[in-house]
């Protein structure tokens, strides 16, 4: 079975799918109805620009979620950058009360969860390591 969070670019093949976390300036409660709608469409728009394949998205209220699969010189901080940035400024323009609701500069705020998710465990490519070494 093809796993989905795998590519392959001219140099590398990779298998790499990050979790990302963000949340609106103040915690603020304004993913509702069209901003949330709007927001997962402009997530969606953005990674379909800068080929970044989307795994999973969902948001709550006052947090995104997303789940992630991109080449491994895209960065997780590039890629919740680049999302929170891109989202942050047509969210803004669109609906003009999230300025007063979470600040004129910022909808998100500078902070992000990241993990990693993989098909094996760190002890399984620590054993594999150890049973290569000196073959």
Known sequence: MENIAAGTTRHAHYQIAYHLVWIPKYRRKVLVS???AE??????????KHRIKILALETD??????????????SPAWIVNLVKGYTSRFLRERFPKLKKTCGKERLWTSAYYVGTAGTV???????????????
């Open 34 to 36: 069209e901003v949330e």
């Open 39 to 48: 927001c997962k469409r402009l997530i969606a728009e953005c990674c379909e």
């Open 61 to 74: 209220i006052d947090h995104v979620h997303l789940l992630v699969s991109a080449p491994p010189r895209r």
């Open 121 to 135: 465990s760190t002890e399984t490519i620590r054993r594999y390591i150890n049973e290569c070494q000196g073959k």
